[in-house]
C-alpha cells in the first residue's frame, strides 16, 4: 500500500484553549468534503490543536508524512519570516524525552502547498495522538487538508491510481438491476425482467460491494425474464431489495513473462492496462537539491536534504474490451470523462501531469480493432535517501578590496576592510 490517510480533515481537531486557536471545518479544501482552519489569535504561542485515533495508527510500513497548507503568513524559519505552526505525534513506545516533531515551511501565502516530513528515523508503530502546536504570538490563519502517510514506489503508485480511477465504471442497461433467489440452494438468481446484456463471463457487484462471476445466463422470453447460475456465494448474499451491477474490472497486464491470458479467462467486459514504456524526461527536471523535514535536534534546528528527484515519463495503454460493443462505447465514453490532461492522475495527494497519445497508424495496426488508449503519465524518482544537515536561514557573504597586499607567506590574510569598503551579498535560504 503507497499511502494510508491519516486524517481528511472533515472532522474538527480538540483546540486546548478555543480562546486563542479555533479550529473548525470549512469547504475550502484540497480533497473530501472539508479542510480544517485554524485561527490564531494574539497570545497563542503553545496552543495546540489535537486529534486522537479510535485506535493507535500503525505508521511503520511507510516512510514520510504529506499534508497540504494554505496560510494567510508565509513561514520558511528566517528571523522575517520564523516558523509558525509545528506537527507533532506521539507514540505508545516511545522512550521517556523521545519527540517526533517538524516544523511546517509556508513558502506561498495564500495557495495551497503539500509539505513533507521524513519519519524513516521515527518510532511510528503506535501513533496514539497527533498535534498542531502553534509557535508564535501574533495572529494568522491557516488551513490544513489531507495528512497522509506515503511510502514512495513510482510506478506501482501510479498503477493503483490508474485501478482506482478506472474501476466501477458504469455500464447503463446492467447497473442497479433488481434480483431475487430462484429457489433455495439451487446456485440461481432472477433478474426482475428480461436483460439479454447479461451473459456468462459477467463480473457483477451486489449492492456495489463484493464481485462474483456469472457462470451462465438463461434468458426466458414468455416469462420476461433472465435466470443466472453463479457462485454459491453468490446466491447466498441475494436478499430482499437486492441490486447487482455488472462491473468492468481493471486487469493490469505483465509482458512478456506472463503468458497471454485466454479471452475466456478474463471478465467480459473487462479494462485491461499495460505498462508500454519508461524513460527520463529531462525537460521536466531541475539541479536543486530537495529540501523539508524541519526540526530541532540538540537545539539546533535542522532540515533534511536530498537529490533532485528524477522526472520519468510512464506510458500506459488502456484497453476497454467487451462482447457487447454497448459496454466497449459505454467505458470508452467513461474513460474520456476519467482521464485528461485538465485533471492529471492523483496519486498520493499529488496531481501528475497526464496527456493522451495518438495511436499508431493504421497501416501497421489490425484496422477493424478500435485502438487501446495511449496515456503519458509524469512523475519523478527519489534518487537518495533524506540526509539531515543544520539549517541555513540567512547567510552573509561580504566582499570588497583588501586593505594592502597579501603575502602567502603569512599566517594570516589581512583584515577585512571596513563597512564603507564593503560589498555585500545576502541570500536568504
Known amino acids: 500500500m503507497p499511502s494510508a490517510l491519516v486524517h481528511g480533515f472533515e472532522d474538527a481537531w480538540a483546540s486546548s484553549d478555543p480562546t486563542l486557536l479555533d479550529a473548525e471545518v470549512t469547504e475550502l479544501r484540497v480533497q473530501g468534503t472539508g479542510s480544517l482552519r485554524l485561527t490564531v489569535r494574539a497570545g497563542a504561542a503553545g496552543v495546540t490543536a489535537a486529534h486522537t485515533p479510535a485506535v493507535p495508527l500503525d505508521l511503520s510500513a511507510f516512510d514520510e508524512l504529506r499534508v497540504w497548507t494554505h496560510s494567510t503568513r508565509a513561514s520558511e524559519g528566517g528571523p522575517r519570516r520564523p516558523f509558525l505552526l509545528e506537527l507533532s505525534y506521539t507514540d505508545a513506545g516511545d522512550a521517556p524525552g523521545e519527540e517526533h516533531r517538524w516544523f511546517v515551511p509556508v513558502s506561498r501565502t495564500r495557495v495551497w502547498e503539500q509539505h513533507r516530513f521524513g519519519i524513516a528515523g521515527d518510532r511510528r508503530g503506535q501513533v496514539t495522538e497527533l498535534r498542531w502546536r502553534v509557535l508564535t504570538d501574533v495572529p494568522f490563519q491557516i488551513r490544513l487538508d489531507e495528512l497522509l502517510a506515503v511510502e514512495d514506489r513510482p510506478l506501482g503508485d501510479i498503477e493503483e491510481a490508474l485501478v482506482g480511477l478506472l474501476d466501477a465504471m458504469p455500464l447503463p442497461g446492467v447497473t442497479g438491476l433488481p434480483v431475487q433467489p430462484a429457489a433455495a440452494g439451487s446456485g440461481t438468481i432472477v433478474v426482475t425482467g428480461l436483460n439479454r446484456r447479461l451473459h456468462a463471463g459477467n463480473r457483477v457487484a451486489v449492492s456495489g460491494a463484493e464481485r462474483y462471476t456469472v457462470l451462465g445466463a438463461a434468458h426466458d422470453e414468455p416469462g420476461d425474464t433472465t435466470t443466472l447460475t453463479v457462485q454459491p456465494a453468490l446466491a447466498a448474499a441475494i436478499g430482499p431489495g437486492t441490486t447487482i451491477s455488472v462491473v468492468a474490472p481493471v486487469v493490469v497486464e505483465e509482458s512478456p513473462f506472463d503468458p497471454p491470458a485466454e479471452a475466456a479467462d478474463l471478465p467480459d467486459p473487462v479494462v485491461l492496462v499495460t505498462l508500454t514504456d519508461q524513460r527520463e524526461e529531462p525537460e521536466r527536471g531541475w539541479n536543486i537539491a530537495q529540501r523539508d523535514s524541519f526540526r530541532v535536534r540538540g537545539g539546533l534546528t535542522v532540515c533534511s536534504v536530498r537529490p533532485p528527484a528524477r522526472p520519468v515519463l510512464a506510458e500506459y495503454q488502456i ?111
Open 319 to 429: 484497453l476497454p474490451a467487451a462482447g457487447d460493443r454497448r459496454n466497449s462505447t459505454a467505458l470508452r465514453a467513461e474513460i474520456m470523462r476519467r482521464v485528461g490532461v485538465d485533471a492529471g492522475l492523483r496519486v498520493n495527494g499529488t496531481v501528475l501531469p497526464v496527456r493522451t497519445l495518438l495511436p499508431p497508424p493504421l497501416d501497421i495496426r489490425v484496422r477493424a480493432t478500435p485502438a487501446p488508449v495511449y496515456l503519458h503519465i509524469g512523475t519523478r524518482v527519489e534518487l537518495g535517501p533524506r540526509v539531515e544537515v543544520p539549517l541555513a536561514a540567512s547567510p552573509t557573504l561580504h566582499s570588497g578590496p583588501l586593505s594592502g597586499p597579501f603575502d602567502p607567506a603569512d599566517d594570516e590574510p589581512p583584515p577585512i576592510p571596513g563597512p564603507d569598503d564593503q560589498e555585500g551579498i545576502v541570500l536568504r535560504l
